[in-house]
């Protein structure tokens, strides 16, 4: 069975400092896919990142960096310079990919228990 | 607007008066899915459908139902509801392989 978890419940940080959310999962896949979505107080979920099992490159998008590691099954998110608007739950996901579909993902999402990250000014 | 549209937004109700919460999208998609939210638990999968007339059950389907008539329409139906079923529901939708984006979320409240 998969499984993801996030250690950090919470995380406090003041503004501009850097933050790391960390977030480990577990299957017996070898094709399948990870998610990083943010849920601000407003309460929607928003993607942010998708990323396949095949693809061990890291990935930047602004502030926001995304480290792959399948050697220690982790897929761990960086702020840079955080700010207030960063604050928000921040879920990890899995979805293992269906091979009879093409490009797979199509499976439900199997999410962490998220991480609510506190930018203070 | 490519969207992922719930109704309603907010809902109290009373134990055993049925309720259905609609989804609807306009992206075409093949696969939709709901999803409760629970603090402490994360989310996790009610019943998701791959396509028009095909639905199965996610992890805590018990006291779901759901149809797929239409591909733009998945509503979620309580047949009879009970508080342990308060929550925060989310709908979401992909096509085939792709990432799953949500609606904006439905807060049921069960007394």
């Known amino acids: 069975a998969q499984k993801v978890t996030q250690a950090q419940t919470e995380i406090s940080v003041v503004e501009k400092e850097d933050v790391t959310l960390d977030c480990v999962y577990e299957t017996r896949d070898t094709t399948y896919y990870l998610f990083w979505y943010k849920q601000p107080p407003s309460g929607e979920l928003v993607f942010l990142i998708r990323r396949n099992s095949f693809d061990e490159q890291n990935e930047i998008s602004g502030r926001y960096s995304w480290n792959f590691q399948k050697s220690t099954s982790s897929f761990n998110f960086t702020i840079t310079a955080s700010q207030v608007v960063d604050s928000a739950v921040y879920f990890c996901?899995?979805?293992?990919?269906?091979?009879?579909?093409?490009?797979?993902?199509?499976?439900?999402?199997?999410f962490g228990k998220g991480t609510h990250l506190i930018i203070q000014p | 607007e490519a969207q992922v549209t719930q109704n309603p937004r907010y809902l109290i109700t009373v134990t055993g008066k049925k309720l259905t919460v609609t989804c609807s999208q306009n992206m075409n998609h093949e696969y939709m899915s709901w999803y409760r939210q629970d603090p402490g638990l994360g989310l996790r999968q009610i019943y998701y459908s791959m396509n028009v007339e095909v639905t199965d059950k996610g992890d805590v389907p018990e006291g779901y139902k759901v149809s797929r008539k239409e591909k733009r329409n998945f509503p979620l139906i309580l047949e009879s509801p009970s508080p342990n079923q308060t929550s925060l529901y989310f709908c979401a939708s992909s096509l085939t392989g792709g990432t799953q984006y949500f609606g904006p979320g439905t807060r049921l409240t069960v007394l």
């Open positions: 996901a899995l979805s293992e990919a269906d091979p009879g579909y093409s490009g797979g993902g199509a499976d439900g999402l199997t």
